[in-house]
Structure formats: C-alpha cells, structure tokens
C-alpha cells in the first residue's frame, strides 16, 4: 500500500491502514517523543496518544505539505501537551547557570571525542536536561520552531525561550562532557 491507499483506508477506519500508518511511522515518531519525554515508557505513552490524535484528525490532512511532516508536528505538540498536563512546573525555571567549574570543562570538549558518541547516547543527555529546557532545545534545534512560535505554544516570553535554550546547550555540552570523561576516562 502507498501513503495515498493508506490515508484513503484510515479515513474509513480501515484497520489494515491504520496498522500500516502505525508501522511505517513508529520508529521515527518514537524518535520525536524521546526527545521530549524523559524515558521510553513516556515517550511511548506520548506515542500512542500522538497516533490517536492523528487518526482523528486525518480528515484535516489537506496533502499540502509532507504527510510525514505533518504527524510530526502532531507528535510534537502531543509532547507538549503531555508535558503541561502533568503540571509539574515543566517550563518554570532556574536562572541560576551551572557553577564555573562545569564552563571550564566544557571549554575541554574535543570535537573528535563528540564525534565517537552514539546517537543513543547523545539522546540519553538530551533526556538528562530539564523538562522545561529540553522541550525549548527540541522546538527550536530539532523541529526548527521560532522563539516567537515557541513563546506561544508553551505561554512563555521569546525571553524565557531564548534563555531556556541558552542554558539547554550550556547544560548538553555539561552531560556531554560529562559523558566523555566516563567513557574515555578522561
């Protein structure tokens, strides 16, 4: 079945559609979900959810633009929606930085030694940032969102997003580094 049948089948709750859409799109939707949830379990939770919301929704796909691109988007905001229903002050931060210590051994990152870390880890330090800075990361790096855009959808200032991803890179590289070091001895 091509993308065409296969929409055609979920708009008449066809089960074989909607069990082809759920398999060509898991594993890359799965992807987008851990960026923003803090293990597997939740960003699996946030999976499902994000599949219900796009058979549902189909009926509002227009073609216009990439199919892939658009459940995306849905998975993107099912994250968000995820991490606001369970209030736990998610996008409510700090402004206090990591302590000097941290900066210097952050200065000691050798590019060639980010090189030689495996995506999973690299995931694994994104999940490690706080909910409130690893959503501002993903919205704005991954999923290309801009301030403004990102300030709506979470109700908070192009300020608070642009100092949220300030210190959501300051932290990744501080994991990073972190990570190096234990996996190289260094």
């Known amino acids: 079945m091509n ?11 066809d089960r074989a559609s909607q069990k082809a859409l759920y398999e060509q799109y898991y594993s890359k939707m799965l992807g987008v979900c851990l960026r923003y949830a ?3 379990d939740e960003a699996k939770d946030i999976l499902h ?5 796009v058979f549902n929704s189909l009926k509002n796909f227009n073609g216009s633009g990439s199919f892939e691109g658009w459940i995306r988007r849905i998975m993107a905001n099912t994250s968000i ?26 200065d000691e990152i050798d590019e060639d030694e980010l090189i030689n870390i495996d995506k999973e880890e690299i995931l694994k330090a994104v999940q ?16 290309e969102f801009t301030h403004r855009e990102i300030a709506e959808m979470l109700d908070i200032s192009e300020g608070t ?18 990570l190096i070091k234990a996996t190289h001895g260094k």
Not at 3 to 13: D, F, P, R, V
Not at 128 to 143: K, W
């Open 161 to 178: 997003s642009k100092s949220n991803l300030s210190k959501a890179k300051f932290n990744l590289k501080k994991n990073l580094m972190h």
């Open 38 to 40: 803090k293990d597997k």
């Open 49 to 53: 959810e994000g599949f219900l919301k």
């Open 128 to 143: 490690e940032l706080t909910p409130a800075y690893r959503t501002v990361f993903n919205l704005y790096v991954i999923e």
């Open 3 to 13: 993308e065409h049948e296969i929409i055609k089948g979920c708009l008449k709750n």
């Open 81 to 106: 929606d995820h991490l606001r229903k369970n209030k736990q002050n998610y996008l409510i931060v700090s402004t206090v930085y990591a302590n000097e210590k941290a900066s210097n051994m952050i």
